[in-house]
């Protein structure tokens, strides 16, 4: 079992900032995924960054290349998601996720789900 928590949504305007943290607990293989999907009213939920724990390779969604960086500290076992020139697009609950298979972005290739974090950009 992988905990995972959640921290740092808010309410922002846009082309702000912000920084989403997301730290793990519990037992984790050696090679795995950490990322972070978003869900907006009325949407699906869908991919927005993933890091490769071992190497840390990276991947993105296209709309947010560019202005979104995901990042790791593998001491604290914790992911970061900083948003940049934020759109109100970009408005929606962020969930961290664990998966184990390299490089993809579809949420069912994601085992474990963090409770999600508000993000709100005003425009």
């Known amino acids: 079992q992988v905990q995972l928590v959640e921290s740092g949504g808010g309410l922002v305007q846009a082309g702000g900032s912000l920084r989403l943290s997301c730290a793990a607990s519990?037992?984790?293989?050696?090679?795995?995924?950490m990322g972070w999907f978003r869900q907006a009213p009325g949407k699906e939920r869908e991919f927005v960054a993933a890091?490769?724990?071992?190497?840390?390779?990276?991947w993105y969604a296209d709309s947010v290349k560019g202005r979104f960086t995901i990042s790791r500290d593998s001491a604290k076992n914790t992911v970061y998601l900083r948003m940049n020139s934020l759109k109100s697009e970009d408005t929606a609950v962020y969930y961290c996720?664990?998966?184990?298979?390299?490089?993809?972005?579809?949420?069912?290739?994601?085992?474990?789900w963090g409770q999600g974090t508000q993000v709100t950009v005003s425009s």
């Open positions: 996720a664990y998966g184990t298979s390299y490089k993809d972005s579809r949420s069912r290739e994601y085992d474990y």
């Open positions: 519990g037992r984790t293989f050696s090679r795995y995924a």
């Open positions: 890091v490769w724990w071992s190497d840390g390779s990276t």
